[in-house]
T-cell receptor, first 118, second 118 residues
């Protein structure tokens, strides 16, 4: 079974600064997918960024980027130029290769509450 | 705007009531999911439907009864719930992961229904 660990229950950052959220996972799979979701107080889980395990290049989406270290099984999220709207709970999630099924099960970490201060 | 719509947003019910949660998506997704989420915890998978057929039941008590009437709708029927069932119930959908170019598709979540059982 896969496990996902987020070791930072809470973090805070000043507006416009950079913050990094950590995530490690454990799997024996070689082909899998990793995701970061954010959940603001509005409750909706919103996809922030995704990474395919077979791609060495780190994914980037505007101010969000990841540092994917496959050998170390690490998938950290860097938020640059933090904004007040980034305040949310962030979940790291793992999904194994669907292996011929139409759906995929996500394994979530425990989450990190990020607060951006003005 | 969310592409997965859940109703109602809030629901308060007694332990003897029968109620239903509804979820709708018009993205052509053929996999739909129910998750339960307690405060400041990650979502826990309850059920997965694939092409309107129940594919996964994560040992959920029978007081929760899912239904997928068509490819766009997903219901969760509730009966004789307990106070510990109070939580945020999230619906999600995804593309058929076997489809061309869809192997890394994320789950799309709704805003959830906040359920309180009294």
């Amino acid at each position: 079974a896969q496990t996902v660990t987020q070791s930072q229950p809470e973090m805070s950052v000043q507006e416009a600064e950079t913050v990094t959220l950590s995530c490690t996972y454990d799997t024996s799979e070689n082909n899998y997918y990793l995701f970061w979701y954010k959940q603001p107080p509005s409750r909706q889980m919103i996809l922030v960024i995704r990474q395919e395990a077979y791609k060495q290049q780190n994914a980037t989406e505007n101010r969000f980027s990841v540092n994917f270290q496959k050998a170390a099984k690490s998938f950290s999220l860097k938020i640059s130029d933090s904004q007040l709207g980034d305040t949310a709970m962030y979940f790291c999630a793992f999904r194994r290769n669907a292996g011929g099924t139409s759906y995929g099960k996500l394994t979530f970490g425990q989450g990190t509450i990020l607060t951006v201060h003005p | 705007d969310t592409e997965v719509t859940q109703t109602p947003k809030h629901l308060v019910m007694g332990m003897t009531n029968k109620k239903s949660l509804k979820c709708e998506q018009h993205m052509g997704h053929r996999a739909m999911y129910w998750y339960k989420q307690k405060a400041k915890k990650p979502p826990e998978l309850m059920f997965v439907y694939s092409y309107e057929k129940l594919s996964i039941n994560e040992s959920v008590p029978s007081r929760f009864s899912p239904e997928c009437p068509n490819s766009s709708l997903l219901n969760l029927h509730l009966h004789a719930l307990q106070p510990e069932d109070s939580a945020l119930y999230l619906c999600a959908s995804s593309q058929d992961l076997r489809s061309q170019g869809a192997y890394n598709s994320p789950l799309h979540f709704g805003n959830g229904t906040r359920l309180t059982v009294t």
